[in-house]
């Protein structure tokens, strides 16, 4: 054992032990490191216009893009739209997966336990594309859900391609997310501090609001964050349920750099998305404070 | 095995005006596990019971059968005198302090101490006052602003009685509340539990298996096993005079003997422990031993004497040799292990009750054992050997 020890003090002096976290976080700045360029490339790409003549880019520096993409109004309605929507997504998905969660985590029963976990991984093995497909075989012209209404005399009924169905396959895709990042912050919340409230004069419904909700904040916040901003920068469920009608900033990104090939004006749309993103992120963190994301020193 | 038999099982309406608490033949089964069976007692308002039992005996579930947050598969609760099995324990009007404390942490001391008030509608411009009193009464004074975590473990032992009692409620329960504690702190917040009770009168129901503890702070001791009521009497009584086996032994340092009965003359028995003829006093349920029959006998470590020299023994009803097989030196005291001959019988504990004398044994040395026929408590032999250990308190 001592030789070993000795060999490691060879390969690896102790005085180097102190850059051990830093040499961990490496791949990390890496990471970051390499989103920064592509960023400051976007940037500069935001910069230039499209000369519509040879489908170049402009030489020179403007900022006609960012004129445009505040001042048309396509991008308001779109940019309005998926904020809007953001903030819908997140809401009701927090309301449902908050009970879900609370089951899960404090039913007695093992087995529904299992069966309320299951539920909510299996769809995560299917694909949000994959998913969307699915609601389009439900919810279509032709679609079981029409094919019972004509059952009982109900002429069909248009399910798909409105901002209804968007949201609705957007909450129904963010939910596991939701419940998986809240379940934790709940089973942290010992059991004993429900009953303790009880015992001093909470009925139920008092006893949630005043301990476990305020309890529960962190999970709260961390999962409507990550609700909030993969809704924001959603594209496939726009795509697939809004069928063109109901795009969301990520599809007029794609538009841009794929279908008109105007580099320019979707490097300045995506760099707008980022900084929306991080304003909304910053500004719920300003109002519920970083500590609730347990980054605070909280027991 | 003879358990003690509940005094009376029918609710008599008189009984319940006086007794602040009283369970009639309550059972509580998980699925398949008895943690509790036909459970009675009544205890009088004002009183302090310590309920002591090792773990798993269904302290804890006894006690959340009568905070409410359980509901017994059978019998019956009555809290001053009202069946409360339909009253749900918000309802209840009892104060409670959890094993952990439960203290919510996102408050600060003063909120917490509020939080009953608040939830119990009081009149919000008396809650600060009346909170800073009971913070007082902790002797948390000025304190209340602290967040649960910026106070020590002692400190919030305090806040979660404060935040029990402030709402003046019929009964205090207590559920080990004192455990996580060393020793020292423990001890302290022992008799501040008494202070505080006797100051308030507040009926309090501890739960400990802190054998010390229960004789220090009580009135009332219940000893429970398995689920069973063992025996329910004062503290000293408990330790003086314990009703089964179980209790003579989980109670004190006790040395555990066996044998055969050879003659019953009133309370005093013969027993027959391998070649040697002792005399013990019967103890537990009467009428139970029977010559001839197995008995089991316990004998407290304080009540042997130990003597280099026989003849200093004479006068004491049973004497018996052995030798030194270990020196356990504890502080104040000093427990010798004494290896005899008795049968199915550990060595002896012994405590050196002539600390006057200063002599020191050793290993090895020969000496004799004597006791008095009182000090050996006789019961019925117990079905199969102990498995329990007896908890000697820390
Ligand atoms: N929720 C439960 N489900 C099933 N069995 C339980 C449950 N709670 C307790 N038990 C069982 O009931 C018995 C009594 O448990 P209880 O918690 O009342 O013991 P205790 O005397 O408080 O012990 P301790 O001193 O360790 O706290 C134990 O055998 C335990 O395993
Ligand atoms: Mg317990």
Redesign the pocket.
Known sequence: MDALEAAAAVVWPARFAAAVPYLMLAPAVLLVGLLVIGLAYIGDTSLRTLDTSTFLLSDDYTLANYRRALSESLFRTVAARSLQASLIVTAVTLLLAFPYAYLMVRTPSAALRKLLLIALFLPFFIGQVVRAYGWLIILGNQGMVNDALSLVGVAPLRLLYNYPSVLFGLIQYMLPFAVLMLAPALTAIPEELEAAAHSLGANWLRAFWHVVLPLARPGLVGAGLVVLTLTLTDFAMPAILGGGSQDFIANAIYDQFFRTSDQGLGATLALLLVAAGSLLVGLVLYLFGAGTLAMGRRR | MERMKPAFRQPQAAEDRQAAVSVRGVSMV??G?H?VRDASFDLAQGKFLTIL??????????LRLIAGFLEPTSGEIFINGRAVSAVPPHRRSIGMVF?KLALFPHMTAAQNVAFPLKMRRRDARTIPERVERYLELVRLGGLGGRRVHELSGGQQQRVAIARALVFEPDLLLLD?PLAALDRKLREEMQLEFRRIQRQLGVTTIN?T?DQREALVVSDEVIV?EA?MIEQNASPLDTYRAPATSFVANFLGVTNRLSGVVTSLDGDRIGLLAGDHLMVGAAAGPGGSLQIGARASAAIRAEQIRISPDLFALSGLETVLSGTVSDVIFEGDRVVYEILTVLPETGPLRVFDHDVGSRRQYRAGDAVHLGWNARDLFVYKADPEPAATKPDRGD
């Open positions: 998980y699925d596990v943690a039992g090792p773990s798993g005996s269904g302290k804890t579930t006894l094993q080990e739960v298996h429970m689920g």
